[in-house]
């Protein structure tokens, strides 16, 4: 069974342009959620996605969006790109019930120049 | 009221030895805590994870303790080797979600 993929693995942004992330879950699972990884602040949560539907959220700013597709596909996007912003960002999915297994992938590694 | 805390931030131990890693919470709506392992250029590969009604729980070489009462819980990697060398995080959710809240990582190097 193929795990979580991310894409792209690397990307490199300047201060005020926009990304997407993509975030294809393990076959089966319906919940996506999206994480920050920075060596100062560790990991924290961005969102979920369910059933294309924002389930849960943490404290980041509206520039930090996301969507899900009816084949459970996410995409996250960051508007106006701040050099802070520079971050490994994770995908983690799960089958969506009360606390199932979350599997993350690789990530995505983002530089903001 | 959110907050995981982990310590230590890192330990080096010998092959064999038994590294012990703490994890205490505040937030007691928190009813399911994994543990994590993450090596380099990798993401976070879920290890063993465990519910409050359980005290203990163990997985290969992989025991989780958990004191409801003292709102902590323990990783111990029992006869540690080399290959487990790797960062460790303790993590905590609430049952309706899938909203994960971090420790802040332990780095465990074990010499051969």
């Known amino acids: 069974k193929a795990g979580v993929t991310q894409t792209p693995r690397y990307l490199i942004k300047t201060r005020g342009q926009q990304v997407t992330l993509s975030c294809s879950p393990i076959?089966?699972?319906?919940?996506v959620s999206w994480y920050q990884q920075t060596p100062g602040q560790g990991l924290q949560f961005l969102f979920e996605?369910?059933?294309?539907?924002?389930?849960n959220k943490g404290n980041f700013p509206g520039r930090f969006s996301g969507r899900q597709f009816s084949n459970s596909r996410s995409e996250m996007n960051v508007s106006t790109l701040e050099l802070g912003d520079s971050a490994l960002y994770l995908c983690?999915?799960?089958?969506?019930?009360?606390?199932?297994?979350?599997?993350f992938g690789d990530g995505t590694r983002l530089s903001i120049l | 009221q959110q907050q995981v805390k982990q310590s230590p931030q890192s330990l080096i131990v010998q092959k064999g030895g038994i590294p012990i890693i703490n994890c205490a919470y505040e937030?007691?709506?928190?009813?399911?805590f994994p543990w994590y392992q993450q090596f380099p250029g990798k993401g976070p590969a879920l290890l063993i994870a465990?519910?409050?009604?359980?005290s203990e729980k163990k997985e290969g070489r992989f025991t989780i303790s958990f004191n409801k009462s003292a709102k902590q819980f323990s990783l111990h990697i029992m006869d540690s080797q080399p290959g487990d060398s790797a960062t460790y995080f303790c993590a905590a959710s609430v049952a309706a979600g899938n909203k994960l809240t971090f420790g802040g990582g332990t780095r465990v190097l074990v010499k051969p």
């Open positions: 937030n007691t709506a928190f009813d399911y």
């Open positions: 465990i519910r409050p009604d359980v």
């Open positions: 996605y369910f059933s294309e539907t924002q389930r």
């Open positions: 076959s089966g699972h319906r919940s």
């Open positions: 983690a999915s799960s089958l969506g019930g009360e606390n199932q297994p979350q599997h």
